[in-house]
């Protein structure tokens, strides 16, 4: 394991938490359900759960957004930060929810095929048009 410790917040500070170790390069999902949550689309790093953890959780609130997943956000602020798999063993983090310098870059986007028409995406390395569901209709 690395011995990197990083931290992060919500733009109030009422949710801190810290990773330790290295995380995951930032993904871009273009799904339906990120766009709604976040207003373009989410840029996430991950972390295994036993390298994660919430230090303060004072605004924290946990949303479930479908049956494959919940998504945390400050109830104070409104700051997008989490989202959880059900039955997966890592989380994803808003990646602009870091403190200082990352390290990150983006590897590549996720659900291209629901994207918003008043964009275009740039940047990684690979454009998944959908994991698992047709347009309009992704449930992450």
């Known amino acids: ?10 733009l109030c500070g009422a949710v801190r938490y810290e990773v330790s170790g290295r995380l995951r390069p930032v993904i871009g999902c273009h799904c339906t ?20 953890k919430i230090t303060k959780d004072d605004g924290l609130r946990w949303f479930r957004s479908s049956e494959r997943a919940q998504r945390a956000f400050c109830q ?3 700051s997008t930060l989490f989202w959880q798999g059900t039955g997966r063993d890592y989380v994803a983090i808003a990646a602009g ?17 629901d994207k918003g028409d008043y964009y275009e995406i740039e940047g990684g390395d690979f454009q998944e048009p959908s994991r698992h569901r047709p347009q309009g209709s992704s449930t992450s």
Request: hydrophobic share 35%; with cysteine; net charge negative.
């Open 1 to 10: 394991m690395s011995d990197e410790i990083h931290s992060g917040s919500c």
């Open 33 to 52: 359900q990120c766009r709604k949550q976040t207003g373009h689309y989410m840029a996430a790093t991950a972390a295994k759960l036993g390298n994660f």
């Open 76 to 78: 104070i602020c409104g």
């Open 97 to 113: 929810t870091l403190d200082g310098e990352t390290g990150l870059a983006i590897a590549g986007h996720i659900f291209c095929a």
